[in-house]
């Protein structure tokens, strides 16, 4: 099975530390993104990356940056954290053409004070 | 621009009824469709995808329906049990990015 793993289920931080996520697929997947999950708004795509060092801005980029230095790795960044990036943040990966859908993570709850 | 919709928002019932989740689109030049079950404080897991070509997909007590035409997908779910309280996500794609539903919230009652 496809799995992907997000390194950690709970998170707290301070006002303007920079906070770094991590995201690893083990299935070679071509397609990774990253999603943050609000009450009453869904999900909302913040990047994703559909190769090695290449990555394109999704729904609500402000704030955020990745990094995807190998196929298997997907990093999302908050340069200097605020509390309204208190939330769910959501990891997927897919094939270059998702023919067999999406393959999410557990989930990391950041909470900003 | 693909659209998802799912209607109703929150439902629930009494232990051992069927119930039909609905999911309706915008766009039917998709790829697939998939749908998900998120417990409170988790991630998402795939119960079901249909490709474009097929109509349906059945997993256990599950079974998902396709319509591309009229642009709708229905979760069928038989006998419910209070291990079925969830929330219900729908997901499709035009190209390599799904858009989501948000979700009806299912609450089965013991």
């Known amino acids: 099975d496809v799995k992907v793993t997000q390194s950690s289920r709970y998170l707290v931080k301070r006002t303007g530390e920079k906070v770094f996520l991590e995201c690893v697929q083990d299935?070679?997947?071509?397609?990774m993104f990253w999603y943050r999950q609000d009450p009453g708004l869904g999900l909302r795509l913040i990047y994703f990356?559909?190769?090695?060092?290449?990555?394109e801005k999704g729904d609500i980029p402000e704030g955020y940056s990745v990094s995807r230095e190998k196929k298997e790795r997907f990093s999302l960044i908050l340069e200097s954290a605020s509390t309204n990036q208190t939330s769910m943040y959501l990891c997927?990966?897919?094939?270059?053409?998702?023919?067999?859908?999406?393959?999410f993570g557990s989930g990391t709850r950041l909470t900003v004070v | 621009k693909q659209e998802v919709t799912q209607i109703p928002a929150a439902l629930s019932v009494p232990e051992g009824e069927n119930l039909v989740l609905n999911c309706s689109f915008t766009?039917?030049?998709?790829?697939?469709l998939q749908w998900f079950r998120q417990d409170p404080g988790k991630g998402l897991t795939s119960l079901l995808l249909?490709?474009?070509?097929?109509r349906e997909q059945t997993s256990g007590r599950l079974n998902a329906s396709l319509d591309k035409s009229s642009g709708r997908s229905t979760l069928y779910i038989a006998a419910s049990q209070p291990g079925d309280s969830a929330t219900y996500l729908c997901a499709t794609s035009g190209t390599y990015k799904y858009i989501f539903g948000t979700g009806t919230r299912l609450k089965v009652l013991a």
């Open positions: 997927a990966s897919s094939l270059v053409i998702p023919n067999y859908g999406y393959t």
């Open positions: 299935m070679d997947h071509e397609n």
């Open positions: 766009d039917s030049a998709i790829y697939n």
């Open positions: 990356s559909y190769d090695v060092k290449m990555k």
């Open positions: 249909i490709q474009s070509s097929q």
